[in-house]
């Protein structure tokens, strides 16, 4: 097929889509879509019409139905408005997912991988995808449709309320508390167990055995869709330094975290009191809350997932002796009958890594490469950013902060990071915090408010604006950025 034929058979010219931009390798973002796209409808008996992404050497472009997208929020709203029980239902059932794809990693521990034979690693794999789609695929779409959609729906939806309370001034101050968390996040919880190895650790105490325990507990940490480490002892051993060279009291530092959610939650209340808030918009506030922790928890699971994905498709590459680099263009479902049958083509798995295109129509998964992917992203998901010198977006941290531009794509971005430049990134992740510790304020073309960049800004009390759409297009290093988070307004000053 040309790529007139694509487009016109998936009738990508037809919707609307929202992007989102990973770091990530096609092998092991290829999971992800799929729990996406199938978890609709095998948990709320919702058909998703489509989902795409192109993948271009290690970054991924990721495109949201809109469509989809907008019937599913609907979906869960209508639910949780109609059914008192619907919000901890969805959580039970979500936790016991994540509790056994939890599990079976924590099998894959104990396995060497080089002594399994090729139907048993396969089989391996075979379980890890399925429980890796399960827990993925509950949160993805749901929270992502209600998260990163809040622009349309529910920011005027609170904007309404205040104006008829005439307080229509005080929609930055109320709504970022109002949509904040309050659980903590992994990064979080990662560093408050560094902090307490600290305080033994002053008390005199053998810190080497809590090191080791605390390395088998968090060795992914610093991993994404694109780079997967385990990180040793002597990792942490470096981190904890830092914190004993930067930190005075531990221990005060310790309650910081639990400090900042009873802050949140007292606020909240306060704001819900005042403004005699009704039903359908509390339950939107319980909706985020719940949501936001999905959210943290899933993306804790891609780290630790992708490091186990590396394992397998390694394992497979050495045994068909292809080169690591190619088998980070294959895709899941191909390994059985690559390993299997020996059936693969190199030249595909070479040209992927230039650029392509994965479609999941209705569940199903076709992927393109070649010239062809090009003709499709220029024509139809190519921005064009000339000339804009100010853009709006949501505030998830208010707040007002000017400095130096530092676009943040992937990790090796972060490599010249300066304390008090502004951070401007398709998303924030995990392994971004490093940097995001330095950062005067943080920028997104996307994301929403249960968003990781949402969710670490207001850990770290710094301006946030999310939801852009176009900063990364209109910005670059080292232009000079002020950004208004009492507004919701960034500006280009140079």
Not at 47 to 74: C, T
Not at 115 to 123: Q, V
Not at 284 to 303: C, G, N, P
């Amino acid at each position: 097929m040309n790529s007139k034929e694509i487009i016109s058979k998936y009738k990508l010219d037809k919707s609307t889509w929202t992007f989102k931009g990973f770091h990530a390798i096609l092998h092991t973002f290829f999971p992800v879509a799929a729990g996406a796209l199938i978890g609709p409808t095998k948990h709320y008996g919702y058909e998703f019409a489509m989902g795409l992404f192109f993948a271009k050497g290690d970054y991924v472009n990721w495109y949201w139905h809109d469509d989809s997208m907008n019937k599913i929020r609907k979906k869960i709203i209508e639910e949780v408005n109609s059914n008192p029980h619907f919000l901890k239902e969805l959580r039970k059932k979500w936790l016991s997912f994540q509790d056994k794809h939890d599990a079976y990693m924590a099998k894959l521990e104990k396995i060497n991988f080089e002594e399994l034979n090729d139907k048993d690693l396969l089989d391996h794999y075979d379980n890890l995808h399925n429980a890796y789609c399960d827990s993925y695929g509950i949160s993805m779409a749901p929270v992502d449709a209600f998260s990163m959609y809040s622009a349309d729906f529910l920011e005027p939806l609170f904007m309404q309320i205040l104006e008829k309370k005439n307080k229509a001034e005080l929609f930055h101050n109320y709504y970022p508390i109002l949509m904040s968390p309050i659980d903590k996040s992994f990064i979080t919880e990662e560093e408050e167990d560094l902090l307490k190895i600290l305080i033994k650790k002053r008390k005199g105490k053998d810190i080497q055995p809590l090191l080791e325990e605390h390395q088998q507990k968090h060795f992914w940490i610093t991993n994404n869709y694109a780079i997967q480490i385990k990180q040793d002892v002597q990792f942490f051993k470096d981190k904890l330094l830092k914190l004993h060279n930067k930190i005075k009291e531990p221990e005060k530092a310790l309650k910081k975290a639990d400090k900042h959610i009873e802050n949140t939650k007292a606020q909240k209340q306060e704001i819900i009191k005042e403004l005699k808030l009704d039903k359908e918009f509390l339950n939107l506030i319980k909706i985020s809350e719940l949501f936001a922790y999905m959210q943290d928890q899933r993306k804790k699971r891609v780290t630790m997932c992708n490091h186990y994905q590396r394992l397998f498709f390694e394992q497979v590459g050495k045994r068909l002796k292809i080169p690591v680099e190619e088998m980070e263009n294959t895709v899941y479902p191909e390994l059985r009958e690559m390993l299997i049958d020996k059936k693969f083509d190199r030249k595909k798995l070479q040209s992927r890594r230039k650029h392509s295109l994965c479609i999941f129509p209705k569940g199903k998964w076709e992927v393109f490469d070649g010239k062809i992917v090009d003709e499709i992203y220029e024509q139809l998901f190519e921005v064009k950013s000339e000339g804009i010198e100010e853009l709006q977006g949501t505030v998830a941290s208010k707040g007002l902060a000017t400095g130096k531009v530092r676009l943040i794509y992937k990790i090796k971005d972060m490599e010249h990071m300066q304390k008090g430049e502004i951070i401007i990134s398709s998303m924030t992740r995990p392994e971004m915090v490093v940097a995001m510790k330095k950062a005067a304020a943080i920028v997104t073309d996307e994301g929403g408010i249960t968003s990781h960049a949402a969710i670490v800004s207001r850990e770290l009390g710094i301006p946030c604006i999310l939801g852009t759409k176009i900063a990364t297009k209109v910005f670059k290093n080292g232009d000079i950025a002020e950004v208004d988070a009492n507004n919701g307004i960034v500006r280009k000053l140079n």
